[in-house]
């Protein structure tokens, strides 16, 4: 496979570091406007670092696009003229919808819109995905690329805002869960390193039990929580001081800034 990463920044080298991570490719494009700081990536002998899309473009098959979305329609009337029926175009961009990308270079192309997180640089992202019609011939592909990178799950485009704030800024919702278990680990005597140690690592099991054996949270906190014992009595605490409550309410308050985005 040869895949593009046209805009090699926060996401889009967290994608080049899970496309090398799991070997996805036979030649990787990284392409950026100064390309000082990602010059390193060539270390990797298929990885060619450049500032030219149109080049990257040419020499790809796979087109995945990282920008932000005010750079993205610029870039697409760039390189259309050297799209072919060989090119699978995959967006990552937040709120750019797919018949504005048709608008620009075709509904005769294979589109996929996406939406991982960060952790796909270490091979684990959730990714969301979409086609328009003539993608839907290439989705197989798409979840191949990025089930190699984490898990995906193919939904409806209108669910792409809120897919984006459970899975992308979630990333950042969850790093907020692990360190307050730090903070309060720290409290109860650990040091600093191993506090982390034990909050991510419990973090990750939870996750596991659930992805492994298809339970519900509840019965897995009923197996924990030994009447009259401490689980119950901490659990309870968390909730009387409104745990669930502030989650999703940040949640919905994230969705409804994201959609304030997309109308502006
Ligand atoms: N950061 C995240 O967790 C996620 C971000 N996204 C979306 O991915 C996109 C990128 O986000 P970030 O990586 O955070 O942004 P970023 O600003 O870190 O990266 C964008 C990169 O595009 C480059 N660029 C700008 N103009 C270019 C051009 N003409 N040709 C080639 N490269 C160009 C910039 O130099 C920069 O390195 C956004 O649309 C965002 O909404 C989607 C999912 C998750
Ligand atoms: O915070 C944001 O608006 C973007 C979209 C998802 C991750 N970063």
């Not at 690329?145 to 939904?155: A, C, Q, T, V, W």
């Not at 409806?156 to 680990?185: D, H, K, N, Y």
């Not at 596991?208 to 906190?221: K, Q």
């Amino acid at each position: 496979m040869k895949i593009a990463i046209i805009g090699a920044g926060n996401l889009g080298l967290a994608i080049a570091k899970g496309v090398l991570h799991s070997n996805g490719a036979t030649t990787m494009y990284l392409t950026k406007r100064n390309t000082v700081e990602i010059q390193n990536f060539e270390k990797y002998g298929n990885v060619t670092v450049t500032s030219n899309n149109r080049e990257a473009v040419k020499n790809s098959d796979v087109l995945i696009f990282a920008v932000q979305p005010g750079h993205f329609a610029a870039i697409l009337e760039e390189i259309k003229d050297l799209l072919n029926e060989n090119h699978v175009i995959i967006s990552t961009i937040t709120g750019f919808r797919i018949s504005k990308m048709e608008a620009i270079i075709g509904s005769d192309q294979y589109i996929i819109r996406s939406m991982p997180n960060t952790a796909i640089s270490v091979g684990n992202s959730m990714t969301c995905i979409c086609t328009n019609e003539l993608g839907k011939k290439r989705i197989d592909l798409a979840k191949a690329i990025f089930n190699r990178m984490g898990h995906s799950l193919e939904i409806p485009e209108e669910q792409m805002q809120a897919a984006t704030v459970i899975c992308a800024s979630g990333i950042a919702f969850w790093m907020r869960l692990i360190r307050a278990t730090t903070q309060g680990a720290i409290q109860l005597g650990f040091d600093a390193k191993e506090a982390q140690e034990l909050a991510m690592h419990t973090c990750n099991g939870a996750a596991n039990l659930l992805i492994d054996s298809g339970t519900h949270p509840e019965e897995e906190i009923d197996r924990v929580t030994t009447p009259k014992g401490c689980t119950i009595e901490g659990l309870n605490e968390m909730e009387h001081q409104g745990l669930s409550s502030s989650l999703i309410k940040g949640i919905v308050t994230s969705f409804e800034k994201i959609n304030q985005i997309r109308k502006g």
